[in-house]
């Protein structure tokens, strides 16, 4: 009598709990299959209730829910955001937040790195893209969510968090330990190579919306004033951000009515295509290469795409990271969101690079360790030698490199001249530099320069 007795009264929970929180009209085209789980659902979540063996707390049963409706999708792009998420992702969109410094999705049981963000604890550590990080202060990253992940590379400024992570072509998995900093990217740098009457601009991310693209064209113009009779657009280890962005800054190099990108919802059916505008500001007969790598991703292969079908400049460097997704943010009621994947995204050609990327015009790959360099490389992260050494010589001159290739030698670390270098100037204060070009170990830049430099058909160089 008492089992029947508490099967009525969860059964009486479970219409309470359905009636109440599921009104009629407030699940969108709900089909008769779907009532009948969510039927089952409720009387799952009345059962942990009421029998469970412990107490269990009711928002993280909700919470563990929605994460796992999601997580179902089979999308490392989709996700559910709750306040601290919401709030974390404003402050990013915003150019400041608490952390290590690198652009994450997840895949395959892991945290998988799109890129680190320029001059941040990541890009100090050496932390590249595709690398996948399997574990967070001892905790595996297969059993936890996305944004349990980022909550934990999180935290208070000063403090430290241990990796672990996996490389490409490397058999033993790295342990890292990185101190958390305050995160403020700057988006748009410049340099002008006036011996070559060039213009750089470094992109770090597709965000800050009207201000970045201000400050974007603030920088072209400044660079056409100096002089400047060609373009290099630096999108290596930009993991992309806003899609309206991206479109504005495609269309200031694109003439009017161009085809920049076209995006295909459920089904495959076209939804929209952007195309370029009759706008005065722009800048189509610069002559223009555009750097990328393994870290462009998203907007960044929108921008290198529309450049790259219309012949309008050069793509140069290593296929992209293949993201061709577009993520919608929903904010929900209590302060809380979810980011959803609703289309794909497709270049001008009508290709989808989705897990493709973008093909380079020209392949150059830049300063790579051995297998050798590799082994000592871990020899000297496990010893901290280039910490030790950076104490007393914190800026790069060539004295200094000397004296480290010394110490090296006589601590029994065999690097290539050329990693040795590229790992001491990477964490080390240049004196009388600006920091953005280094064209002794960037074969990139150098290639994109003599394209550039180039003499035409007809012209001969003096």
């Known amino acids: 009598m008492k089992n029947k007795e508490r099967m009525i009264w969860i059964g009486v929970v479970s219409f309470l709990s359905f009636a109440l929180i599921l009104p009629t009209g407030t699940v969108k085209g709900i089909s008769k299959n779907g009532e009948s ?3 089952i659902f409720h009387e799952v979540l009345s059962t942990i209730q009421t029998d469970y063996v ?13 994460r796992g409706l999601i997580s179902s999708l089979g999308d490392p792009h989709s996700r559910f ?43 100090k550590a050496g932390i590249l893209p595709q690398d996948r990080i399997v574990e967070i202060d001892g905790k595996k990253t297969n059993d936890l969510s996305l944004s349990d992940s980022i909550k934990l590379m999180r935290g208070k400024v000063g403090t430290s968090v241990n990796i672990k992570l996996e490389r490409k072509n490397q058999k033993e998995p790295l342990n890292l330990t990185l101190v958390r900093e305050m995160i403020k990217i700057r988006y748009v740098r410049s340099s002008y190579l006036e011996k070559e009457k060039l213009g750089y601009i470094k992109l770090n991310q597709f965000m800050g919306k009207d201000s970045t693209l201000s400050e974007f064209k603030k920088e072209l113009n400044s ?8 373009l290099i657009v630096d999108l290596r280890m930009n993991p992309g951000g806003l899609l309206d962005l991206a479109i504005s800054l495609s269309d200031l190099f694109l003439k009017p009515d161009m085809d920049i ?41 929108i921008f290198a795409g529309a450049m790259q079908d219309h012949g309008r400049g050069k793509i140069l460097g290593t296929v992209s990271f293949g993201k061709g997704s577009v993520q919608n943010i929903y904010p929900l009621s209590h302060n809380t969101g979810i980011a ?42 496990e010893k901290k030698m280039l910490e030790t050494f950076l104490v007393k010589n914190p800026n790069y001159s060539e004295a200094n490199f000397l004296l480290f290739e010394k110490f090296l030698a006589e601590k029994g670390i065999k690097l290539s001249t050329e990693v040795a270098k590229f790992l001491y100037k990477t964490r080390s204060t240049q004196e009388g530099k600006n920091g953005i070009l280094d064209l ?23």
Request: proline share 5%; aromatic share 6%.
């Open 223 to 230: 660079l056409k004033e100096k002089g400047a009779e060609g």
């Open 261 to 301: 990108v076209s995006v295909r919802g459920r089904g495959g059916e076209l939804v929209r295509v952007f195309r370029s505008t009759v706008a005065n500001d722009k800048f189509t007969n610069l002559p223009l290469v555009v750097l990328i790598n393994e870290g462009s991703a998203s907007a960044s292969e």
């Open 37 to 39: 789980y969510l039927q």
């Open 340 to 381: 959803l994947t609703i289309q794909k995204y497709y270049t001008p050609s009508g290709k989808s690079i989705h897990g493709k990327g973008i093909q380079p015009d020209v392949v150059v790959k830049s300063v790579e360790p051995t297998e050798d360099d590799r082994f000592y490389i871990r020899k000297m992260a």
């Open 54 to 66: 412990e107490s269990v707390d009711e928002e993280k049963l909700y919470v563990g829910a929605i």
């Open 440 to 462: 002794e170990l960037d074969p990139q830049m150098r290639k994109a320069i003599e394209i550039l430099t180039a003499p035409k058909e007809g012209e001969k160089k003096a």
């Open 81 to 123: 955001m709750d306040r601290e998420d919401f709030s974390q992702l404003q402050e990013e969109t915003r150019g400041s937040f608490g952390g290590l410094g690198m652009e994450v999705s997840f895949a395959d049981g892991a945290i998988v790195v799109i890129s680190p963000i320029e001059d941040t604890p990541a890009m």
